[in-house]
């Protein structure tokens, strides 16, 4: 069975610009998370996708949106770029229930300049 | 949020049991503790959860204390594979599963 497959592995963006960034979740598991995880703060929940509709939302500003696909595949997206958006950005998917394991991917390793 | 706080890191000797704690004083009846660790340039890989009841699987054992407000994840006998970044986390089953992480434990195993 495969894993959680994020893409692009690594990726470098100058401030202002937008990125687009890919989470393939294992098969059959409808419901897919996001997380930012940076030295100072830590593992972040962004949001959380269960069959194309948001459920949960992190206190992240409005620059950072997603969207989950009719295959559960999902996008995340920020836009306008900052510094302090470099980071590591992880996907997660799981099966129906709420109380089951994450299974997380390798993430995406964004760069900001 | 209800969140979690462990020790910033640990050490544990090769082959002796290892017994990582978190404290989760707001817990509330919905949240489900789980716990994940991270390796170097991996995601976190999932090791066990639980509710009220203590439990065991193949990787470790998770004991929750009866007011459920900390819990202790139990290596058996650590390995140097064991040297990871341990998460505590709550995730709540009444708004969709919301994850709450921590900062983790830094455990590392000394040969």
């Known amino acids: 069975k495969a894993g959680v497959t994020q893409t692009p592995r690594y990726l470098i963006k100058t401030r202002g610009q937008q990125v687009t960034l890919s989470c393939s979740p294992i098969?059959?598991?409808?419901?897919v998370s996001w997380y930012q995880q940076t030295p100072g703060q830590g593992l972040q929940f962004l949001f959380e996708?269960?069959?194309?509709?948001?459920?949960n939302k992190g206190n992240f500003p409005g620059r950072f949106s997603g969207r989950q696909f009719s295959n559960s595949r999902s996008e995340m997206n920020v836009s306008t770029l900052e510094l302090g958006d470099s980071a590591l950005y992880l996907c997660?998917?799981?099966?129906?229930?709420?109380?089951?394991?994450?299974?997380f991917g390798e993430g995406s390793r964004l760069t900001v300049l | 949020d209800a969140k979690t706080t462990q020790p910033n890191s640990m050490e544990s000797n090769e082959e002796e049991p290892v017994h990582l704690p978190c404290n989760h004083s707001?817990?509330?009846?919905?949240?489900?503790i789980h716990w994940y660790r991270q390796l170097p340039s991996q995601g976190p890989e999932y090791v066990i959860h639980?509710?009220?009841s203590n439990v065991n699987n193949r990787m470790a054992s998770l004991a929750i204390a009866e007011d459920r407000k900390s819990s202790t994840l139990i290596l058996h006998r650590a390995t140097l594979r064991d040297a990871a970044v341990y998460y505590c986390?709550?995730?709540?089953?009444?708004?969709?599963?919301?994850?709450?992480f921590g900062d983790g434990t830094t455990l590392t195993v000394k040969p």
């Open positions: 997660a998917s799981m099966t129906d229930s709420n109380t089951g394991e994450l299974f």
């Open positions: 098969s059959g598991h409808r419901s």
């Open positions: 996708y269960f069959s194309e509709t948001q459920r």
């Open positions: 707001t817990i509330s009846g919905t949240d489900y």
């Open positions: 639980g509710l009220t």
């Open positions: 986390i709550l995730r709540d089953v009444s708004n969709a599963g919301k994850s709450t």
